[in-house]
């Protein structure tokens, strides 16, 4: 795949997301995860498929059924839409980077058992798994060669990100809806399974390093040194891992107090309210229009707290709509709707940290409750080691409740390996430098890292 990891670590990544998916979800009862290679073959290859009992206490796991798919995988030249194939939903989730959902196999245009008429029918969910290039080529993007589709234009060539792994969730039929609850959240586990094994990538990235540092002689030094140095002023992606992961933590908090407090309305729906407001108004500046569409999707891509949000909000959406209703685009009503939805929204950013909900909340006791908000409210603007390991051994408290909080945990607990991986790499760079600057052999360092 895109990503070079180890084949254990690989397989244990996809079996932990496909695990946490049919345990939460009661209507899913088949999970896959398949790998996506590199450009510009793109092999897609099945990685582990795992089966739950009709109990939901125990899971299957093997590639039992002969595919395609199954090792050694499938070219992208194989799969892709071409006139006269069989279309497949892996086709549109690797080209688009976009998620494929089969409500009715009976008529599903990318159902390959229906277009060939045999095989058991069934509904089902693909999500791809995206990484941003950026992240995954620290030291800057190869010149890679993207495969083509069949119109000869090349693919992912104009996309910030790459896909590097498809996640194939089954369901009873009927049960699933497209941007129903259960895709938004195999949408939210891909992301985390994109961390997990970003992180794996970095770590042996990190050792490799190292080692290569510890074989090299002197006049090679300052080259290693360089590349490393460069490594190293990415570290600050580590700590953008664990923004991302804490504010998940906080999504799934503010979800059980929405559930448990029996408030309707979410962040959503409120976002949703806007984009009916926007339809309504007549007139304006569609490049304007279009610009507040986008921070509205962008808005419910965030994990803020709330206090930058508000401040988001008021820069990136008010602003917008100061200007789309002035004059006579919006009436005095629909002016009305949109402050209010707007006040609503603002409201809604301190769900999660509001002392009577909370105190409402019988889900979680008291004094985790008061520790957990006081922590994940106060996210540091660096990277805090002793912030880190409380987030981590309250989420192994299972009197939390939190539905995800043992993948969080897992997930944190790689990122803190690493980023202790990551200093210890930069306090051995600066050793070597040392022995560089001084004129000596590199034998005292190789004794040091052994």
């Known amino acids: 795949m895109s990503l070079r990891v180890d084949k254990t670590s690989l397989e244990r990544a996809c079996k932990e997301i496909i695990e946490t998916i049919l345990f939460c979800l009661p209507n899913a009862y088949k999970g896959t995860v398949y790998s996506i290679g590199s450009p510009p073959q793109l092999i897609a290859t099945r990685v582990t498929s795992g089966i739950i009992d009709r109990e939901r206490e125990h899971i299957s796991w093997g590639l039992p059924e002969r595919s395609d798919y199954n090792p050694p995988g499938k070219a992208w030249m194989d799969y892709r839409d071409e006139p006269g194939r069989v279309l497949e939903a892996m086709a549109w989730c690797v080209e688009r980077q976009k998620s494929w959902t089969v409500e009715d196999p009976e008529t599903d245009t990318r159902s390959t058992r229906v277009q060939v008429g045999r095989g058991k029918k069934d509904s089902h969910h693909m999500e791809p798994v995206l990484i941003r290039k950026q992240d995954l080529f620290l030291e800057g993007e190869p010149n890679l060669e993207y495969p083509r589709n069949y119109e000869g234009q090349a693919i992912w060539q104009d996309t910030d990100y790459m896909v590097v792994a498809v996640i194939k969730i089954h369901f009873r039929p009927g049960t699933i809806k497209i941007d129903s609850p259960e895709t938004r959240l195999i949408k939210k586990l891909s992301r985390t399974l994109g961390t997990e094994l970003l992180s794996h990538q970095l770590r042996e990235e990190s050792l490799k390093a190292m080692r290569e540092l510890a074989q090299d002689k002197v006049n090679s030094c300052n080259i290693i040194s360089d590349s490393l140095r460069n490594t190293i002023t990415k570290s600050g992606l580590i700590f953008s891992l664990i923004k991302h992961e804490v504010g998940f933590l906080r999504d799934q908090w503010e979800e059980i107090i929405r559930e448990g407090c029996k408030i309707d309305r979410a962040k959503e729906d409120y976002i949703a309210d806007l984009e009916r407001a926007l339809d309504c108004v ?21 994990s803020l707290v709330p206090e930058k949000a508000e401040k988001w909000i008021k820069v990136k959406i008010e602003g917008k709509w100061n200007r789309i209703l002035a004059g006579d ?30 105190s409402a909340y019988d889900g979680t006791p008291d004094e985790l409750k008061q520790e957990w908000v006081d922590l994940i409210y106060r996210m540091p603007d660096q990277f805090d080691q002793t912030f880190l390991d409380r987030v981590i051994d ?57």
């Open 282 to 302: 007549e007139g304006g500046d569609e490049r304007i229009k279009s610009e507040l569409r986008d921070a509205h999707k962008k808005f419910l891509e965030f």
């Open 394 to 450: 309250i989420l192994g408290n299972p009197r939390l409740g939190l539905p995800h909080q043992n993948k969080s945990r897992k997930s944190l607990v790689h990122l803190r390996a690493l980023a202790k991986i990551m200093g210890e790499l930069e306090e051995n760079t600066n050793v070597a430098l040392r022995q560089v600057l001084n004129g000596g052999a590199t034998n005292h360092y190789l004794r040091e890292t052994k």
């Open 329 to 358: 685009n919006g009436n005095s009503q629909l002016k009305e709707r949109v402050w209010g939805t707007l006040e609503g929204l603002r409201r809604i950013l301190y769900l999660g940290k509001d002392s009577a909900l909370i």
